[in-house]
């Protein structure tokens, strides 16, 4: 499992009342179509964050799927990804304690009040990287959302961890404080 997403199941009872299991067993007394439905019925009917209802519903589904660690599936066949999404989730950590990683099948959300980056294996020599930044100029690093649609404002393709730099931290870090 990735440490990200352990920390976050071992901080679960603390922050959301119940352990991963409890919510699981609880999840099986329902039938949802959409993973969306059970997301939202553990916020509205049991006030937990999107961010763990997000992850709790996709942990349940990935038992009855049988599925492989999310983030492991993501990278398979793009290993020489695997230092490239290693360190961006370090420095990801580091803004916060109120970070959160949620792996998904084909991504993984970083999460503070709501989703601020979105980080994608987007073919097997690069990472897209969404970013939530409303109001922020395009340029030729810092490009439209491109296939994020919706759900990002902006996108920066990553091929090396040096890519990785001062400026490409200072958006992480706008799109951090701006989530509050």
Not at 10 to 16: A, L, Q, Y
Not at 43 to 67: M, P, Q, R, Y
Request: charged residues 30%; proline residues 3%; positive net charge.
């Amino acid at each position: 499992m990735d440490p990200a997403l352990k920390t976050m199941v071992e901080n679960m009872p603390e922050k959301t009342g119940k352990s991963l299991d409890e919510w699981k067993k609880l999840l099986k007394t329902k039938s949802f179509e959409k993973h969306s439905e059970g997301v939202n019925y553990l916020k509205s009917e049991h006030s937990v964050t999107h961010g763990f209802a997000n992850t709790i519903v996709t942990l349940s589904n990935d038992d009855e799927n049988g599925a492989e660690d999310l983030v492991e599936s993501q990278y398979k066949g793009k290993e020489d990804l695997i230092p490239i999404y290693e360190e961006l989730i370090k420095y990801l950590k580091s803004l916060g304690s109120d970070v959160v990683i949620t792996p998904k099948k084909g991504s993984v959300s970083i999460i503070r009040k709501r989703q601020f980056i979105l980080i994608k294996p987007a073919t097997k020599t690069r990472i897209d990287l969404g970013f939530k930044l409303k109001d922020k100029l395009v340029t030729n690093r810092l490009e439209n959302s491109g296939p994020f649609g919706t759900m990002c404002t902006h996108r920066v393709r990553i091929s090396e961890s040096t890519e990785i730099d001062s400026e490409l931290k200072a958006w992480i870090l706008e799109a951090y404080e701006k989530s509050k």
